[in-house]
Nanobody, 121 residues
Framework: QVQLVESGGGVVQAGGSLRLSCAAS????????MGWFRQAPGKEREFVAA????????LYADSVKGRFTLSRVNAKTTVYLQMNSLKPEDTAVYYC??????????????WGRGTQVTVSS
């Protein structure tokens, strides 16, 4: 399996920006999808965005489309989630995941510990 570590979370004002990073190590596979999910207390884990290994195919949840950008610019072991125009409803713990693609958490078998994103109004 692959080990994942998220970083870059913090507290920002509504309308602000934040960039999350996900560093992968261990056994990685070219067929794996790298995804971002988020979860607020008492809520189900929610799909945010995902990319294939090469970064050629990217999928976004409707709630973040146009505001968030997922990228694997250089090293494919690091994935970035650029979050712009943040809203209070974006507040959640954000998780990086590796798996076989799609928007379902069940399709992912490796998870980071999460990083807290708080958007104040």
């Amino acid at each position: 399996q692959v080990q994942l570590v998220e970083s870059g979370g913090g507290v920002v004002q509504a309308g602000g920006s934040l960039r999350l990073s996900c560093a992968a190590s261990g056994r990685t596979f070219r067929s794996y999808t790298m995804g971002w999910f988020r979860q607020a207390p008492g809520k189900e884990r929610e799909f945010v965005a995902a990319t294939n290994w090469s970064g050629s195919t990217i999928l976004y949840a409707d709630s973040v489309k146009g505001r968030f950008t997922l990228s694997r610019v250089n090293a494919k072991t690091t994935v970035y989630l650029q979050m712009n125009s943040l809203k209070p409803e974006d507040t959640a713990v954000y998780y990086c995941a590796a798996g076989f693609g799609g928007s379902s958490p069940a399709r992912y078998d490796s998870w980071g510990r999460g990083t807290q994103v708080t958007v104040s109004s």
